[in-house]
C-alpha cells in the first residue's frame, strides 16, 4: 500500500477538534431533558388522553420514527429560513433534535407505563391518591426505572447522530473534521480520530448516565431489579 | 405541480430509486456480515464472542457519517477509486451487519437451553442441532425485529448524503437549492421515506404481535 500515516495535524488543529466536542456535547446535553420530558408526555397522553390527542400523538411519533432525522433538519432549518424566522444552526440542531427523540422516547415511555403491574395503580386508588398523583409517584418512577437502560441507549444514539448537524453548518465535531480535511488532506487519519473521539464520547454519556441511575434509584439498587 | 417541474420531481424519485438499491446493497451486505457475527457472540468461544463483541461495540459507539467518511477515505487511499455507491455500501455492510448480528444474537440465546439438551439427547452432532433444532426456532424469533430494523437502514442511508452519494436526500437537496421550495422539496422528499417505512414498521409490529400471541 505504502501510505504514510501522518497525523501531525493534530498539533495545530486540536483546539478546534476540541471546541467540536464542546458543540457536539453541548448539542446532547441540551437535548436530552426537553426530549425525555416531550416524550413522557406524548406517552402519557397516548395513553390516557382523549381520543384526539391519542391521534395526535401516534401521527407526530410514526411521521417522526418513518422518516430520517437529517430530512427532518433541513425541513426545519431551510424551511424556518424561508418563513423568514432568523435561527442559527445550532438552536435549530437542538430544536430537530429534541423532536426527533422525544418520538422514541414516547414509544419507550409507553412501553414503561404499560409494563407496570395492575395492583401498583390499585394500590395507588386505595391510598385516595388522585390519578393525577397516581401518575406522578406512583406510575412515572416505576416507569422510568423499567424502561432506563433503552432510554440510555436511545439518548447515546441521539448523542451519534449529531454528526450530521453540520450539514446545517453547525460546526460540531464532524464538521470541524471536515474542515481540518479539507485544508490538509488527511481525510483518513481525521475521520479516525474523531472516529475514537465519538467512542470516549459515547462511553462517557453511557457511564454518565447509568451514575445518574445509580444516584436516582437506591431501591432498584439495593435490590436488583424492579418493582 | 407544487411550483415544482416534472423533471424535478422525476429527479427526486431518482434518488428514491437510489436510497433503495444502498438499502438492498446494506441489508444484503449486513446480513452476510451479520450472520458469523451473531454466531461468535453466541459462541462458547472465548476468542469469538470478544472479537465480534469489538466489532459491534466499535460499530456501536461511532456515528455512521464518520463510518461512511472512514471508509470513503480508507478505500481512497488504498489506492481504488470507487465511486460512492461503494463506499456507502460497505459502510451499510459494516453498520447493518453489527446490529443485526446483535439482534441475531439474541434470537438465538432466547431458545430454550433445553432444545440443545434434547438434541444432544437424540445424538445429533452439534452441527445438526444447531441447523435443525435452533436456527428454525430462532429464525421465527427473528423476523419482527430484523423487518423493524430494515426502517432503521433505509432511514440511516440519508446519511450517505455527507459523502455526496446520489440518493434521495441528497436529490431533495440538490432540488431545494435549485427551487428554495424547502418546505415542498423535503415534504415530498419525508413522504417518498414514509411510503418506504412505514408498510415495513406496520408489518413488523404485525409479526411481533402475532408471534407474541403464539
Known amino acids: ?227 | 405541480m407544487l411550483g415544482l417541474t416534472i423533471e424535478q420531481i422525476a429527479y427526486l424519485f431518482r434518488g428514491a430509486g437510489w436510497t433503495i438499491v444502498l438499502s438492498l446493497l446494506g441489508f444484503v451486505g449486513g446480513t452476510l456480515l451479520g450472520l458469523p457475527v451473531a454466531l461468535g457472540r453466541a459462541s462458547k468461544s472465548r476468542l469469538l464472542r470478544f472479537a465480534s463483541g469489538v466489532l459491534v461495540q466499535l460499530v456501536q459507539g461511532i456515528p455512521l457519517p464518520v463510518i461512511m467518511f472512514v471508509v470513503y477515505f480508507g478505500i481512497s487511499i488504498a489506492g481504488f477509486d470507487v465511486p460512492a455507491l461503494v463506499a456507502a455500501g460497505v459502510a451499510m455492510t459494516l453498520y447493518s451487519g453489527a446490529y443485526l448480528g446483535e439482534i441475531w444474537k439474541g434470537c438465538i440465546l432466547a431458545v430454550p437451553r433445553t432444545q440443545w439438551e434434547a438434541g444432544e439427547c437424540l445424538a445429533l452432532t452439534k452441527t445438526q442441532r444447531f441447523i435443525f433444532v435452533i436456527l428454525p426456532q430462532a429464525l421465527r424469533i427473528a423476523v419482527p425485529p430484523t423487518v423493524g430494523f430494515l426502517v432503521q437502514i433505509v432511514k440511516n442511508t440519508s446519511y450517505s448524503v455527507v459523502i455526496n452519494f446520489f440518493d434521495l436526500t441528497y436529490s431533495a437537496k440538490v432540488i431545494n437549492n435549485a427551487t428554495y421550495k424547502p418546505f415542498t422539496v423535503f415534504t415530498i422528499a419525508a413522504l417518498i421515506y414514509f411510503a418506504i417505512c412505514f408498510p415495513m414498521s406496520l408489518l413488523a409490529s404485525r409479526f411481533d404481535r402475532r408471534l407474541h400471541r403464539s
Request: with cysteine.
Open chain 1, 1 to 227: 500500500m505504502g501510505y504514510a500515516f501522518d497525523f501531525s495535524f493534530l498539533d495545530e488543529y486540536w483546539p478546534d477538534l476540541l471546541n467540536g466536542v464542546w458543540l457536539t456535547l453541548g448539542m446532547t446535553v441540551a437535548s436530552v431533558l426537553p426530549g425525555f420530558v416531550l416524550g413522557t408526555l406524548c406517552a402519557v397522553g397516548r395513553l390516557y388522553g382523549p381520543p384526539y390527542v391519542q391521534r395526535a400523538v401516534t401521527f407526530y411519533v410514526e411521521a417522526i420514527r418513518n422518516t430520517p432525522l437529517i430530512i427532518q433538519v433541513f425541513w426545519l432549518f431551510f424551511g424556518l429560513a424561508v418563513l423568514g424566522a432568523k435561527i442559527g444552526p445550532f438552536p435549530a440542531a437542538v430544536i430537530a433534535l429534541v423532536v426527533n427523540v422525544g418520538a422514541y422516547t414516547a414509544e419507550i415511555m409507553r412501553a414503561g407505563f404499560r409494563s407496570i403491574p395492575k395492583g401498583q395503580i390499585e394500590a395507588a386508588h386505595c391510598l385516595a391518591l388522585t390519578p393525577t398523583q397516581a401518575l406522578w409517584s406512583v406510575q412515572l418512577p416505576q416507569a422510568v426505572e423499567r424502561v432506563y437502560p433503552a432510554l440510555v441507549s436511545q439518548f447515546v444514539l441521539m448523542m451519534l447522530a449529531t454528526a450530521i448537524m453540520s450539514q446545517i453548518s453547525a460546526e460540531e465535531l464532524t464538521g470541524v473534521a471536515y474542515m481540518i480535511q479539507s485544508f490538509t488532506f488527511r481525510g483518513f487519519e481525521v475521520y479516525l480520530v474523531i472516529a475514537v473521539i465519538y467512542l470516549a464520547m459515547a462511553s462517557l454519556l453511557r457511564l454518565t448516565l447509568m451514575g445518574v441511575a445509580h444516584v436516582s434509584f437506591p431501591r432498584l439498587r439495593r435490590l436488583g431489579t424492579p418493582l
